[in-house]
């Protein structure tokens, strides 16, 4: 009994650091260069002449904006959607954010209690809080070591505004191949205002000798509302992306819809893993953060591999489904998700797999948590075209309900055109087990660590896809993403 | 004085742990609202090794979950007290961290939560609970490799989840290492012998044994005599419709297997 | 643009048609049908004919099927020919009481047998006409015409179809059938509305075949609801054989009270459009619904089974089997869902689809959802497409079985699943039978048929 009610206490304390921090310090004052609130074609003159950039971009964004202003924000997602006064935007703001304290000892420690459960690095720690970042770990000299790494095996990896200026004839050949820019309302409204992200290309033959994550991790807190990227990887070449961070993410902006476009040549093969914690809002569903964004990837080549891997546990809504485009015969596409949402949380994910080339083969392994009062969606396409012969697909879709004010739910779409292709789909939904939690406890094992241990344990398979630091980090994440999510 | 008489009631508090390890008085407890255990009365004391024995639905399992706490059997009535600590208080965790062990007649699956992860997080538990340093990772592997020698356990537990795949020999071998790694008070076997063959069931009895010592009791539940050749009981206790009808010496599990249950029931009446 | 134009004149060329004959429809139809129908037309105004644009609809276009220019039959006519003389069921040892439905008409024909006492099976028009008090609380209650729009057009013309009525505690031994038949001189819209009430603790089984009996164009758009009361018991069969002309829009409602089991079971071996919507409301604890479906589709057919399952109260069960064989340039669609709602714990939901493709032109699409709002409960889905398992081919063929023979087998094992799911003994082993003489090609005609309307 007491030490339920010492742990109930810890619970309590264990929320509201999870879920205060977000109110420290934050309101960043964006100093310079906004330019007026609302969405028109002057607007986007003006975005794309204050970037400097060449004319191709300035026509690819007013077609972008053409399209869009016809388009309709979509409805059939799983989801409860306030509306959005686009109008009310500021579309371009110079991100010169200055640093909101001298020295971590400013900063309230609920928040860095929950960076080092995270087991955040002290300087990056730093960086995440808005502390001043020392000389040393100056994100300017990082960047600078890594680039000179890279340029000897020929790789590009750049902001994207520096790509446009710097290698446009790639940026021009590949930008919007994978996502048009009328694909999506939000797609095209990202084509048409996007403000800045990131580019890589890898050469032919060429292995990126390290995971591209460190360097986004540090530049990730400074990048806008509508982020912009493209990876390009040429015949026989390999590289794993990591985009986000674990730590909470802060941002004033509510509404995110980034783009995500990977192409790869023959043989080639990306690995892009995602975890994704943005302000959730609060225990009380109010305030955090919509993100709306546009994945996919482009199996151009023969025997080509994309795969994504995600970790969601952040935003208030989430609406995203990182896809592949099975061109390339023998090509081959991979999805593998967890999404977590707690309090008031909505999640409407998954992935489209389409296949186009002979012999295509994916594979999507989704892991769906729902706690608190959130709502948490699987919704995915596998279509195999009349010439994809010889394709192979497997879904696994399952559901976690850790109690009874949350729901889960599974949208599969399938669509089979030719008789040679396998297509199989499986989806369970299930209560955690009370006897797995029952085992725990009569080892010693206290309810919440147990949960956190079932629940890893039930996205192991996903978990394990991630990169080695990456895994250890979602790990507990996931765990700290439960707390107080158990009555 | 007051020095003194404090002394001394610390030293009664002792010896009353001491006597009496585990009590159950007028126990009664329901599930789904149907009534199972009808009024259990129980002492054990340390160093003991208590077998209870029964035919199925009177109630054996029913009395080992209670005594570890599971949520759904419900205590309606009666009394257990725990080294002295009232035990039905105590959420389940506390009950284990206090020296109570429940060997589970079907241990259940844990898919993607490793073994080891598992039970590096129980013995550290213990630990804390206990004021002790938690231990490092080459003296958790150094106990681990020890007590799986001694339950003969050769299944190769760090790329495992917990009890996934494991055969029924395996699990029940699990659950003995387990015992051996946390070091109960009182450990609870509930049908520990079931679905075992006549080695594995010499190798869980052996590991028993080596735990047992003058501090350590247990409680054997079981349908059989032949594990009692094993582990030899110092009380055997028949438990039928909710209740323990007969207690004796171990000559009683002999004559049960002699007998079987028939004659306690048209002893007792249906 | 112009396709636009021709869809919304296509719904404007069915508004037209009801406000031409609107006299003719109130006129001496029951006053409880006629209660209905304007709200009901005036719901459809708002939906205009489904298109692919509504989720619903996504597979399935109806469209060319409400283009031809169809005569409507919304009176009763005289019998020209017994149905009974020019057809027979041909199922052997199946004893059951039947009736017969033509156009959606409900015929007045002698049966041998009796049904047992206070059981009904009328004229839907005659008995809102003679005990309005027994229909009227169960008529376009869960057919909801709002939110359908199939519905709504079938409340806006509906005249006739049949009413069973099952007392309480009656259980009918003898199984009931009732064949509805598309005979007209012309190419037809055809509309049936029906209604099934079975009180607590009545049972019965119920058989439906739909035929078509020449070689005319038909559009048949029926509803059916069924309300199932406390610790009932029905058994649902469906038959669909019609020719290829035939579109066959067929929504049935079902609301099921506490402790009640329903089983309804589909098997399409024949039709050029097949739409088959099935709503189950679990309305009371510890219901059971059983939902199983079985389609051959080959030419140009398209049948599309859509279900909902929406369990509201604690412990029930459902379970959804369907299986579908294509072959040429048939298309398949199912879609089917699973909606446990808050506070319906101890649910116990399954839900499975598999799909064989025999052509490469053949296209399967498939839909199986879950919304799931409570926590305690067991609930999966599984949907396949592919082919005949290669291996167990190759091991057939190695004990020596002809390759064609082994496929067949396999292909018999696929769908056996489905059919041994057929309480009645005589039924299954016919519909067995069908199902090997339709893999084996023999009725790839309709057999039942007098006329070889093959197209």
Same mark, same amino acid.
């Given at each position: 009994?007491?030490r339920?009610?010492?742990?109930?206490?810890?619970?309590?304390?264990?929320?509201?650091?999870t879920?205060?921090?977000?109110?420290?310090?934050?309101?960043?004052?964006?100093?310079?260069?906004?330019?007026?609130?609302?969405?028109?074609?002057?607007?986007?003159?003006?975005?794309?002449?204050?970037?400097?950039?060449?004319?191709?971009?300035?026509?690819f964004?007013?077609?972008?904006?053409?399209?869009?202003?016809?388009?309709?924000?979509?409805?059939?997602?799983?989801?409860?959607?306030?509306?959005i006064?686009?109008q009310?935007?500021?579309?371009?703001?110079?991100?010169k954010?200055?640093?909101?304290?001298?020295?971590?000892?400013?900063v309230?420690?609920?928040?860095?209690?929950?960076?080092n459960?995270l087991g955040?690095?002290?300087?990056?720690?730093?960086h995440?809080?808005?502390?001043?970042?020392?000389?040393?770990?100056?994100?300017?000299?990082?960047?600078t070591?890594?680039?000179?790494?890279?340029a000897?095996?020929?790789?590009?990896?750049?902001?994207?505004?520096?790509?446009?200026?710097?290698?446009?004839?790639?940026v021009?050949?590949?930008l919007?191949?994978?996502?048009?820019?009328?694909?999506?309302?939000?797609?095209?409204?990202?084509?048409?205002?996007?403000?800045?992200?990131?580019?890589?290309?890898?050469?032919?033959?060429?292995?990126?000798?390290?995971?591209?994550?460190?360097?986004?991790?540090?530049n990730?807190?400074?990048?806008?509302?509508?982020?912009?990227?493209?990876?390009?990887?040429?015949?026989?070449?390999y590289v794993?992306?990591?985009?986000?961070?674990?730590?909470p993410?802060?941002?004033?902006?509510?509404?995110?819809?980034?783009?995500?476009?990977?192409?790869?040549?023959?043989?080639?093969?990306?690995?892009?893993?995602?975890?994704?914690?943005?302000?959730p809002?609060?225990?009380?569903?109010?305030?955090?953060?919509?993100n709306?964004v546009?994945?996919?990837g482009?199996?151009?080549?023969?025997?080509s591999?994309?795969?994504?891997?995600q970790v969601?546990?952040?935003?208030?809504?989430?609406w995203?489904?990182?896809?592949?485009?099975?061109?390339?015969?023998?090509?081959?596409?991979?999805?593998?998700?967890?999404?977590?949402?707690?309090?008031?949380q909505q999640?409407?994910?998954?992935?489209?797999?389409?296949?186009?080339g002979?012999n295509?083969?994916?594979?999507?392994?989704?892991?769906?948590?729902?706690?608190?009062?959130?709502?948490?969606?699987?919704?995915?396409?596998?279509?195999?075209?009349?010439?994809a012969?010889?394709?192979?697909?497997?879904?696994?879709?399952?559901?976690?309900?850790?109690?009874?004010?949350c729901?889960a739910?599974?949208?599969?779409?399938?669509d089979?055109?030719n008789?040679s292709?396998v297509v199989?789909?499986e989806?369970?939904?299930?209560?955690?087990?009370?006897?797995q939690?029952?085992?725990?406890?009569?080892?010693?094992?206290d309810?919440?660590?147990?949960?956190?241990m079932?629940?890893?344990?039930?996205?192991?398979?996903?978990?394990?896809k991630?990169?080695?630091?990456?895994?250890?980090?979602a790990?507990?994440?996931?765990?700290?993403?439960?707390?107080?999510?158990?009555? | 004085?007051?020095?003194?008489?404090?002394?001394?009631r610390v030293?009664?508090?002792?010896?009353?742990?001491?006597?009496?390890?585990?009590?159950?008085?007028?126990?009664?407890?329901?599930?789904?609202?149907?009534?199972?255990?009808?009024?259990?009365?129980?002492?054990?004391?340390?160093?003991?090794?208590?077998?209870?024995?029964?035919?199925?639905?009177?109630?054996?399992?029913?009395?080992?979950?209670?005594?570890?706490?599971?949520?759904?059997y419900?205590?309606?009535?009666?009394e257990?007290?725990?080294?002295?600590?009232?035990?039905?208080?105590?959420?389940p965790?506390?009950?284990?961290?206090?020296?109570?062990?429940?060997?589970?007649?079907?241990?259940?699956?844990?898919?993607?939560?490793?073994?080891?992860?598992?039970?590096?997080?129980?013995?550290?538990?213990?630990?804390?609970?206990?004021?002790?340093?938690?231990?490092?990772?080459?003296?958790?592997?150094?106990?681990?490799?020890e007590?799986?020698?001694?339950?003969?356990?050769?299944?190769?537990?760090?790329?495992?989840?917990?009890?996934?795949?494991?055969?029924?020999g395996?699990?029940?071998?699990?659950?003995?290492?387990?015992?051996?790694?946390?070091?109960?008070?009182?450990?609870?076997?509930d049908?520990?012998?079931?679905?075992?063959d006549?080695?594995?069931?010499?190798?869980?009895?052996?590991?028993?044994?080596?735990?047992?010592s003058?501090e350590?009791?247990?409680i054997?539940?079981?349908h059989?005599?032949?594990l009692?050749?094993?582990?030899v009981?110092?009380?055997?206790?028949?438990?039928?419709?909710?209740?323990?009808?007969?207690?004796?010496?171990?000559?009683?599990?002999?004559?049960?297997?002699?007998?079987?249950?028939?004659?306690?029931?048209?002893?007792?009446g249906n | 643009?112009?396709?636009?134009?021709?869809?919304?004149?296509?719904?404007?060329k069915?508004?037209a048609?009801?406000?031409?004959?609107?006299?003719?429809?109130?006129?001496g139809?029951?006053?409880?049908?006629?209660?209905?129908?304007?709200k009901?037309?005036?719901?459809?105004?708002?939906?205009?004919?489904?298109?692919?644009?509504?989720?619903?609809?996504?597979?399935?276009?109806?469209?060319?099927h409400?283009?031809?220019?169809?005569?409507?039959?919304?009176?009763?006519?005289?019998?020209k020919?017994?149905?009974n003389?020019?057809?027979?069921?041909?199922?052997?040892?199946?004893d059951?009481?039947?009736?017969?439905?033509?156009?959606?008409?409900f015929?007045?024909s002698?049966?041998?047998?009796?049904?047992?006492?206070?059981?009904?099976?009328?004229?839907?028009?005659?008995?809102?006409?003679e005990?309005?008090?027994?229909?009227?609380?169960?008529y376009?209650?869960?057919?909801?015409s709002?939110?359908d729009?199939?519905?709504?057009?079938?409340?806006?013309?509906?005249?006739?179809?049949?009413?069973?009525?099952?007392?309480?505690?009656?259980?009918?031994?003898?199984?009931?059938?009732?064949?509805?038949?598309?005979?007209?001189?012309?190419?037809?819209?055809?509309?049936?509305?029906?209604?099934?009430?079975?009180?607590?603790?009545a049972?019965?089984?119920?058989?439906?075949c739909?035929?078509?009996?020449?070689l005319?164009?038909?559009?048949?758009?029926?509803?059916?609801?069924?309300?199932?009361g406390?610790n009932?018991n029905?058994?649902y069969?469906?038959?669909?054989?019609?020719?290829n002309?035939?579109?066959?829009?067929?929504?049935?409602?079902?609301?099921q009270?506490?402790?009640?089991?329903v089983t309804?079971?589909?098997?399409?071996f024949h039709?050029?459009?097949?739409?088959n919507n099935?709503?189950?409301?679990?309305?009371?604890?510890?219901?059971e619904?059983?939902?199983?479906?079985?389609?051959?589709?080959?030419?140009?057919?398209?049948?599309?089974?859509?279900?909902?399952?929406?369990?509201?109260k604690?412990?029930?069960r459902?379970?959804?089997?369907?299986?579908?064989?294509?072959?040429?340039?048939?298309?398949?669609?199912?879609s089917?869902?699973?909606?446990v709602?808050?506070?319906?714990?101890?649910?116990?939901?399954?839900?499975?689809?598999?799909n064989?493709l025999?052509?490469?032109?053949?296209?399967?699409?498939?839909?199986?959802?879950?919304?799931?709002?409570?926590?305690?409960?067991?609930?999966?889905?599984?949907?396949?497409?592919?082919?005949?398992?290669?291996?167990?081919?190759?091991? /057939? %063929?190695? !004990?020596?079985?002809?390759?064609?023979?082994? =496929? &067949?087998?396999?292909?018999?094992a696929?769908? @056996? +699943?489905?059919?041994?799911?057929?309480?009645?003994?005589? /039924? %299954?082993? !016919?519909?067995?039978?069908?199902?090997?003489? =339709? &893999?084996?090609?023999?009725?790839?005609?309709? @057999? +039942?048929?007098?006329?070889?309307?093959e197209?």
């Amino acid at each position: 009994m007491e030490r339920k009610v010492a742990m109930e206490e810890q619970n309590k304390l264990l929320n509201d650091v999870t879920q205060a921090d977000y109110k420290y310090g934050f309101v960043t004052d964006i100093e310079t260069d906004i330019i007026e609130k609302g969405l028109n074609e002057d607007i986007i003159r003006l975005i794309s002449k204050k970037k400097g950039e060449p004319e191709f971009m300035l026509n690819f964004r007013l077609e972008a904006f053409k399209k869009w202003e016809k388009m309709e924000m979509p409805d059939w997602a799983y989801l409860k959607i306030p509306p959005i006064d686009l109008q009310s935007i500021s579309y371009y703001a110079a991100p010169k954010k200055q640093p909101k304290y001298e020295s971590l000892d400013e900063v309230d420690p609920e928040l860095l209690d929950t960076f080092n459960k995270l087991g955040i690095p002290v300087e990056e720690q730093k960086h995440l809080a808005g502390v001043a970042v020392d000389v040393v770990m100056d994100s300017v000299s990082v960047k600078t070591t890594f680039k000179e790494t890279l340029a000897e095996k020929g790789i590009i990896f750049c902001s994207f505004s520096e790509a446009v200026k710097e290698h446009p004839e790639l940026v021009k050949k590949y930008l919007g191949k994978a996502v048009p820019v009328s694909d999506n309302y939000f797609a095209a409204l990202n084509s048409a205002v996007f403000s800045d992200g990131s580019f890589c290309y890898i050469p032919k033959g060429v292995r990126c000798p390290m995971e591209l994550s460190t360097y986004f991790r540090i530049n990730a807190a400074n990048t806008g509302q509508f982020e912009r990227t493209l990876i390009v990887a040429d015949d026989d070449s390999y590289v794993s992306y990591l985009e986000g961070c674990t730590a909470p993410m802060r941002d004033e902006n509510q509404l995110h819809a980034a783009v995500v476009e990977i192409i790869t040549m023959d043989r080639a093969e990306v690995k892009y893993s995602t975890v994704q914690n943005w302000y959730p809002g609060n225990k009380e569903g109010v305030g955090g953060i919509y993100n709306f964004v546009t994945k996919r990837g482009v199996c151009r080549g023969v025997s080509s591999k994309i795969s994504w891997t995600q970790v969601e546990t952040g935003s208030a809504i989430t609406w995203k489904y990182p896809s592949c485009i099975l061109l390339g015969d023998n090509s081959v596409g991979e999805f593998n998700s967890v999404a977590l949402t707690n309090n008031f949380q909505q999640a409407d994910t998954g992935s489209k797999m389409i296949h186009i080339g002979k012999n295509t083969k994916s594979t999507i392994i989704s892991k769906g948590i729902s706690a608190g009062r959130s709502d948490n969606s699987y919704r995915g396409l596998v279509k195999v075209m009349p010439g994809a012969k010889n394709s192979r697909n497997f879904s696994q879709c399952d559901s976690l309900l850790l109690n009874d004010t949350c729901g889960a739910h599974t949208f599969p779409y399938i669509d089979v055109r030719n008789k040679s292709s396998v297509v199989e789909h499986e989806a369970t939904t299930s209560k955690i087990g009370e006897d797995q939690i029952f085992y725990c406890n009569q080892r010693g094992i206290d309810t919440e660590t147990a949960i956190g241990m079932i629940v890893n344990g039930y996205a192991k398979e996903v978990l394990n896809k991630l990169p080695m630091e990456f895994a250890v980090e979602a790990q507990k994440l996931l765990q700290l993403s439960l707390e107080g999510s158990v009555g | 004085m007051l020095l003194y008489s404090s002394f001394e009631r610390v030293g009664e508090a002792f010896l009353k742990r001491a006597t009496i390890m585990l009590k159950i008085k007028n126990l009664y407890a329901s599930v789904d609202g149907q009534e199972i255990l009808k009024g259990i009365n129980l002492e054990i004391k340390p160093g003991e090794v208590h077998a209870i024995m029964g035919p199925n639905g009177s109630g054996k399992s029913t009395l080992a979950n209670v005594l570890a706490g599971k949520q759904e059997y419900e205590v309606t009535a009666g009394e257990v007290t725990f080294l002295g600590e009232n035990l039905l208080d105590k959420a389940p965790e506390t009950r284990a961290k206090d020296g109570l062990f429940l060997s589970f007649q079907y241990p259940v699956e844990i898919p993607g939560v490793p073994m080891a992860n598992f039970i590096k997080t129980a013995v550290n538990e213990h630990r804390v609970h206990r004021g002790e340093k938690e231990l490092t990772a080459g003296q958790f592997l150094k106990l681990m490799r020890e007590k799986m020698e001694l339950v003969e356990m050769k299944t190769k537990l760090t790329n495992r989840s917990v009890n996934e795949g494991f055969s029924g020999g395996e699990k029940k071998k699990n659950e003995i290492f387990q015992m051996a790694m946390l070091e109960p008070k009182l450990a609870i076997l509930d049908e520990t012998d079931s679905g075992l063959d006549i080695d594995a069931l010499r190798t869980v009895a052996n590991g028993v044994n080596a735990l047992k010592s003058p501090e350590t009791s247990s409680i054997v539940i079981t349908h059989y005599q032949r594990l009692l050749d094993y582990i030899v009981p110092d009380f055997v206790h028949i438990l039928y419709h909710g209740k323990i009808v007969k207690t004796a010496g171990k000559e009683l599990a002999l004559e049960l297997e002699e007998k079987g249950y028939d004659w306690i029931k048209s002893e007792k009446g249906n | 643009m112009s396709v636009l134009v021709e869809k919304a004149d296509l719904s404007l060329k069915y508004i037209a048609h009801y406000n031409k004959v609107k006299e003719t429809l109130f006129e001496g139809s029951p006053d409880v049908l006629n209660a209905q129908r304007k709200k009901a037309f005036q719901d459809f105004v708002m939906q205009g004919i489904p298109t692919n644009k509504n989720e619903k609809y996504k597979y399935t276009n109806l469209h060319p099927h409400f283009l031809p220019n169809f005569s409507f039959i919304h009176q009763k006519e005289a019998q020209k020919t017994d149905p009974n003389a020019i057809f027979h069921c041909d199922v052997p040892q199946l004893d059951s009481y039947v009736k017969t439905t033509t156009n959606g008409w409900f015929n007045e024909s002698k049966t041998e047998g009796d049904l047992p006492e206070g059981v009904i099976l009328e004229s839907l028009e005659k008995m809102m006409k003679e005990q309005p008090g027994l229909v009227e609380k169960y008529y376009a209650k869960i057919a909801k015409s709002d939110t359908d729009a199939m519905v709504a057009l079938n409340t806006a013309f509906a005249k006739d179809g049949y009413f069973l009525y099952v007392p309480k505690n009656v259980v009918c031994e003898q199984p009931i059938q009732l064949i509805n038949f598309l005979e007209a001189p012309k190419d037809s819209f055809v509309t049936q509305r029906n209604l099934v009430v079975l009180e607590q603790g009545a049972d019965v089984k119920l058989i439906l075949c739909d035929h078509t009996l020449n070689l005319n164009r038909y559009l048949c758009n029926a509803v059916t609801e069924i309300f199932v009361g406390e610790n009932a018991n029905l058994d649902y069969y469906t038959l669909q054989n019609q020719h290829n002309r035939t579109a066959n829009i067929s929504s049935v409602f079902v609301q099921q009270e506490r402790d009640s089991v329903v089983t309804s079971h589909t098997s399409s071996f024949h039709g050029g459009l097949i739409r088959n919507n099935m709503e189950f409301v679990l309305n009371g604890e510890n219901t059971e619904a059983n939902v199983f479906g079985m389609a051959f589709l080959d030419k140009k057919q398209h049948v599309d089974n859509f279900t909902q399952i929406i369990h509201k109260k604690p412990n029930g069960r459902s379970n959804q089997v369907y299986k579908n064989v294509l072959d040429n340039e048939a298309t398949g669609a199912f879609s089917g869902l699973i909606h446990v709602v808050r506070d319906a714990q101890n649910t116990n939901a399954f839900q499975q689809n598999n799909n064989l493709l025999l052509s490469d032109t053949a296209t399967m699409q498939t839909k199986p959802q879950l919304i799931i709002d409570a926590d305690d409960v067991k609930c999966s889905h599984g949907a396949t497409v592919g082919q005949i398992d290669e291996e167990a081919l190759f091991y /057939l %063929r190695a !004990r020596g079985i002809n390759e064609d023979k082994a =496929r &067949l087998m396999m292909m018999n094992a696929f769908m @056996h +699943e489905v059919v041994r799911k057929i309480s009645v003994e005589a /039924l %299954r082993d !016919r519909i067995d039978e069908l199902v090997e003489r =339709r &893999l084996n090609g023999e009725v790839a005609k309709c @057999h +039942e048929c007098a006329y070889q309307c093959e197209v």
